[in-house]
C-alpha cells in the first residue's frame, strides 16, 4: 500500500486506526481465517489479543488484515533482509598489472595477490603493461600470461583469453570457487579461529587455577605451623 505522509511517499501497511474501510477479511494470529468482518470487530480483536491489525493486501475487496505483533514483525523482516544482504555475493573484478620483464620477487608477490583474489571468489583482470621497444615483442606478455595461469590453475581458469588492447594485453581469470562458497568458508575458518582462542583461554585459565590453590594451601599450612609453635611453650610448661 503506498501512502502519502509528510511530503514522502511510504510503502509501509496501514496499521490499527490507520485502516479505513467498513470491512476486512480478517486473518488470526495464527494465520487461520476468521472471515470478514466490520473494521470495528476486528480492532476490538487487536486489543483483545494485544496485537496490531495490519493491512497485508490492500488492493483485495475488502483488504485483507492480519492480527500480528506489528515491531516484531518489522524488527524480524529488519533482519532477515539484513541477512539477506549480508550473504549476497557480488560480482567483483580486480585488477594486477604486470610489466613484460617482472623479476621474479614482484612476479611471486603479485602472484599471491592473484592467489588471494580468486580465493576470495573474485574475477583478476591481468594486464601487461608494454613501453617503448616492449611493444615489438607481444609474445613475452602472452608467455607472461600463460605462465600466471597454469600457476594458478588450481585455484582459477582462463575466462577471456590474452588480447592485444593497444600497449596491453588484457587477460581474465575466473574462480573455481562460487563467491558464496568463499563467503561461507571464510565466515566459518572465522568461527574456527574464534572458537581456538577461547579454548585456549580456558586451557591458560584451568592451568592456573593449580597454581592458586597451591598457595592458598602453603599458606594455610604456615598459619597452623604458626599455632602449633604458639601451642609449644603452653605445652611445655
Same mark, same amino acid.
Not at 26 to 39: A, F, N, R, Y
Not at 57 to 74: E, I, N, Q, T, W
Not at 83 to 89: G, V
Not at 96 to 112: A, E, F
Given at each position: 500500500?503506498?501512502?502519502?505522509?509528510? #511530503?514522502?511517499?511510504?510503502? /509501509?501497511?496501514?496499521?490499527?486506526?490507520? =485502516?479505513?474501510?467498513?470491512?476486512?477479511?480478517? &486473518? #488470526?494470529?495464527?494465520?487461520?481465517?476468521?472471515? =470478514?468482518? *466490520?473494521?470495528?470487530?476486528?480492532?476490538?480483536?487487536?486489543?483483545?489479543?494485544?496485537?496490531?491489525?495490519?493491512?497485508?493486501?490492500?488492493?483485495?475487496?475488502?483488504?485483507?488484515?492480519?492480527?500480528?505483533?506489528?515491531?516484531?514483525?518489522?524488527?524480524?523482516?529488519?533482519?532477515?533482509?539484513?541477512?539477506?544482504?549480508?550473504?549476497?555475493?557480488?560480482?567483483?573484478?580486480?585488477?594486477?598489472?604486470?610489466?613484460?620483464?617482472?623479476?621474479?620477487? $614482484?612476479?611471486? +608477490?603479485?602472484?599471491?595477490? @592473484? &592467489?588471494?583474489?580468486?580465493?576470495?571468489? $573474485?574475477? @583478476?583482470?591481468?594486464? =601487461?603493461?608494454?613501453?617503448?621497444? /616492449?611493444?615489438?615483442?607481444?609474445?613475452?606478455?602472452?608467455?607472461?600470461?600463460?605462465?600466471?595461469?597454469?600457476?594458478?590453475?588450481?585455484?582459477?581458469?582462463?575466462?577471456?583469453?590474452?588480447?592485444?588492447?593497444?600497449?596491453?594485453? =588484457?587477460?581474465?581469470?575466473? *574462480?573455481?570457487?562460487?563467491?558464496?562458497?568463499?563467503?561461507?568458508?571464510?565466515?566459518?575458518?572465522?568461527?574456527?579461529?574464534?572458537?581456538?582462542?577461547? #579454548?585456549?583461554?580456558? $586451557?591458560?585459565?584451568?592451568?592456573?587455577?593449580?597454581? #592458586? $590453590? +597451591? /598457595?592458598?594451601?602453603?599458606?594455610?599450612?604456615?598459619?597452623?605451623?604458626?599455632?602449633?609453635?604458639?601451642?609449644?611453650?603452653?605445652?611445655?610448661?
Amino acid at each position: 500500500m503506498w501512502c502519502y505522509r509528510g #511530503g514522502s511517499i511510504s510503502t /509501509e501497511p496501514r496499521i490499527n486506526d490507520r =485502516i479505513r474501510v467498513p470491512e476486512v477479511r480478517l &486473518v #488470526g494470529p495464527s494465520g487461520e481465517q476468521v472471515g =470478514i468482518v *466490520p473494521l470495528a470487530k476486528a480492532l476490538e480483536l487487536a486489543q483483545e489479543y494485544d496485537l496490531d491489525l495490519v493491512e497485508v493486501a490492500a488492493s483485495a475487496r475488502p483488504p485483507v488484515c492480519k492480527l500480528m505483533d506489528y515491531g516484531k514483525f518489522k524488527y524480524e523482516s529488519a533482519m532477515k533482509a539484513r541477512e539477506a544482504r549480508k550473504n549476497q555475493a557480488h560480482t567483483v573484478i580486480k585488477e594486477m598489472k604486470l610489466r613484460p620483464k617482472i623479476d621474479p620477487h $614482484d612476479y611471486d +608477490t603479485k602472484k599471491g595477490h @592473484v &592467489v588471494r583474489f580468486l580465493k576470495q571468489g $573474485d574475477k @583478476v583482470k591481468i594486464t =601487461i603493461m608494454f613501453r617503448g621497444r /616492449e611493444q615489438s615483442r607481444p609474445e613475452l606478455g602472452y608467455r607472461l600470461l600463460q605462465r600466471l595461469a597454469e600457476d594458478v590453475q588450481d585455484l582459477g581458469f582462463v575466462e577471456s583469453n590474452p588480447k592485444q588492447d593497444g600497449r596491453n594485453m =588484457i587477460m581474465v581469470l575466473g *574462480p573455481h570457487k562460487k563467491k558464496t562458497e568463499a563467503m561461507a568458508e571464510a565466515r566459518e575458518a572465522q568461527a574456527a579461529r574464534k572458537a581456538e582462542r577461547q #579454548g585456549a583461554a580456558a $586451557d591458560a585459565t584451568a592451568k592456573e587455577a593449580p597454581a #592458586g $590453590d +597451591t /598457595e592458598a594451601a602453603s599458606a594455610e599450612a604456615g598459619d597452623a605451623s604458626a599455632e602449633a609453635g604458639d601451642a609449644s611453650p603452653e605445652a611445655q610448661a
